[in-house]
């Protein structure tokens, strides 16, 4: 069976304890490659050669870094079919939504930031009246962490990668041990690419062993990290003594607020999309829609129309809108809380069941499933679900609307869709969210600021805001 290595210090490396873990293909429910359940002791070779590497990668002229970060987006974006189809069997994820969003933004991800760090600069302030002049250094921390989830495997591995590299940081970079292919793959291209030896490595393995000796790690200075909520709170609790630098960008709840005087059309098209994509498995999906009660009707009959109308089936399959779920565990959790829809208040329109999708009976399929509910404080509105499952409740008010989306523990994202820029102004203004979209969704711009408030995390990443995070300003005063 085909067997993932870790990658140090420009090299693919079985774990020194030669221990393996299972990793499954979700449309067929079979284990087809097996990855390293790598201990502490791959951990600190990957530092040790990341370590090594810094002085030489930190002094690169700018030019050059940018030049190595560029070549590697070229070679993702050579490699599309080959990536993307790797994606798609890891995740389960249609190869349509890998072809088309995954891989090019993983692609994008290494260019913006090839590009971004050569227009980087910093603050100058001038004493006046002291003959001083202030200025500010931004000086790349050292070797840093980056862990990231099974969601959109190589586009947020990238996302955080990118960045780190681009500021002249050394990377211990672990992926989630769900999706751990196309982060594999993503060694040879960095070779191929010139990235000097230890500048990035990839160690693959359990977040309770392999990443808690990444964020226990004294020499480590800075961890991105995208996940649950939970392990966000657990990586505080272990880097804060540290004082280590962290950005956590965590689970999301995110309300779609839709008034009567929307666009009706693009808001439902959209509304599939923001409440289904990725199987639902992405921490912006919109999953509680409030919608106001007098299209409350009409937006009920149209949107389970169109929701039945999605095709579920295997993600290689050119026709599939919704592909497998990413695991069984994940499966079993998504489908626990359908079942616990009438016990919560909530009634199932459509969907709630398994899918048996004909030669892959094995794979974990769900239905896209819509439960309406009548009390905003049920377990179905507030606690992240992170499966193809979307709640609907009418409100009255433009005040209901903003008590509603603010009435979970989240913060991420938030949709609005209105024609009228004052309600649109002031909801913007006071929904508790690090993202707001009016009449879209996730129409993403990678120079914003990109994250959430509340237990959706802390810090922000994106554009200069990335770069900030992946350095260390220094104040230099001097008097003249
Ligand atoms: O994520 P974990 P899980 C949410 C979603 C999902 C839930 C749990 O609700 O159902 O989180 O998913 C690594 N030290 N999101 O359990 O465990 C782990 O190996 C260091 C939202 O799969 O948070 C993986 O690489 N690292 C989210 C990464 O953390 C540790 C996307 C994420 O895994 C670790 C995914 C530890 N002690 C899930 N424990 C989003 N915001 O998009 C685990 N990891």
Redesign the pocket.
Known sequence: MKKILNYINGEFKAPLQDEWIDNYNPSIGEVYSLIPNSSTADVQNAYEAASQAFPTWSETPLEQRSRILAKIASLITENLEQLAKAEAIDNGKPLSLATSVDIPRASTNFQFFADAITQFSSEAHESTGLNAINFTLRQPIGVVGC??????PLY?FSWKIAPALAAGNTVVA?????TPMTAYLLGDICTKAGLPKGVLNIIH????T???A??EHSGIKAIS????????A??AR?AAPMFKKLSL????KNPNLIFADCDYDTMLDVTIKSSFANQG????CNSRIYIERPIYEKFKKDFIAKTKALKIGSPLDNNTNIGAL??KP?LE??KSYIDAAEQEGGTILCGGDYVNVKGHENGYYLQPTIIEVNDPNCRLTQE????PVVTIMPFDSDDEALALANNVRYG?SCSIWTNNLNRSMHLAKYIQAGIVWVNTWMMRDLRTAFGGTKD??VGREGGFEALRFFTEPKNVCIKY
Do not use: D, R
């Open positions: 862990i990231s989830p099974w969601n959109l947020l672990k992926p989630s041990e769900v393995g359990l977040g309770s392999a990443g808690q990444i964020i990290f995208t996940g649950g909520t939970t392990t966000g657990h990586i272990v960008e965590l689970g999301g498995q992405i921490c912006l990413v695991s994940h959790k998504v992240e679900i992170f499966g991420l959706s995390g």
